[in-house]
């Protein structure tokens, strides 16, 4: 669960339990992880890297010429009851060149998902899949949240909905960093500032992810 997974497992802990503090020892429950590789040819390697032959110390991976390159994960698992799957995968090359996310929400009433495949022409949108009937509920909710996000909307498409995000309020993959980026930065200058529950919430994440390296591992 290496790089964009250990995203995966803040996204989904600040999704179900924003500003909140996660106990590792209580609140963490891993039930399953696997892993598999990505083969990599050599001719593949060489146009990474530059190197003409496989190094030595990749000769455990390496099989008819090929590499079998560990960089795939899944994970499943419960915090404070609430199930939680994620998976991470790394294909040779990205179908439009950069990574996509994927995401599925349960509720008790309805479904988040966000996709980001060919239909939405490889951009994150947001859709609710409903289980009963609740489009007056999303509307007004939706008509709340316009002064605090304006321009959204709702859209229906068939049996489900999208919400419509405008550009001008569409944060771009870089933008997101800088602003994090800001953020530990102030916090590094100013320690106090740091919220009491980042530590309890690193050690949270990291329980999830190391603990899934080793069970992968068996």
């Not at 995966?8 to 106990?23: A, I, K, N, S, W």
């Not at 009963?132 to 959204?152: D, M, V």
């Not at 419509?164 to 320690?191: E, K, N, Y």
Request: some cysteine; glycine content about 8%; hydrophobic content about 40%.
């Amino acid at each position: 669960m290496a790089d964009t997974g250990v995203h995966l497992v803040d996204r989904g802990h600040e999704m179900l339990f924003p500003e909140q503090p996660l106990d590792w020892q209580q609140d963490i429950e891993i039930l399953a992880a696997s892993r598999w590789p990505t083969p990599v040819s050599l001719s593949q390697f060489r146009e990474l890297t530059g190197e003409g032959k496989w190094p030595d110390d990749l000769a455990p991976w390496i099989g008819g010429d090929v590499l079998e390159y560990l960089c795939n994960g899944r994970v499943d698992y419960r915090v404070r009851g609430i199930y939680v799957r994620l998976e991470v995968r790394w294909d040779w090359q990205a179908e439009q060149g950069d990574d996509t996310h994927h995401a599925l929400y349960r509720g008790t009433r309805c479904r988040l998902a966000v996709r980001q495949g060919p239909a939405e022409r490889f951009r994150p949108e947001l859709y609710v899949l409903p289980d009963e009937n609740i489009g007056a509920a999303l509307q007004r909710r939706i008509t709340e949240l316009q002064s605090s996000h304006p321009g959204i909307a709702v859209e229906t498409l068939g049996s489900e909905w999208r919400i419509a995000i405008p550009d001008a309020i569409r944060i771009s993959h870089d933008a997101t960093f800088g602003a994090f980026t800001r953020r530990f930065l102030a916090c590094v200058t100013d320690p106090a500032s740091l919220p009491a529950r980042e530590r309890s919430n690193l050690l949270a994440k990291y329980r999830v992810t190391t603990g899934a390296v080793a069970i992968s591992r068996r």
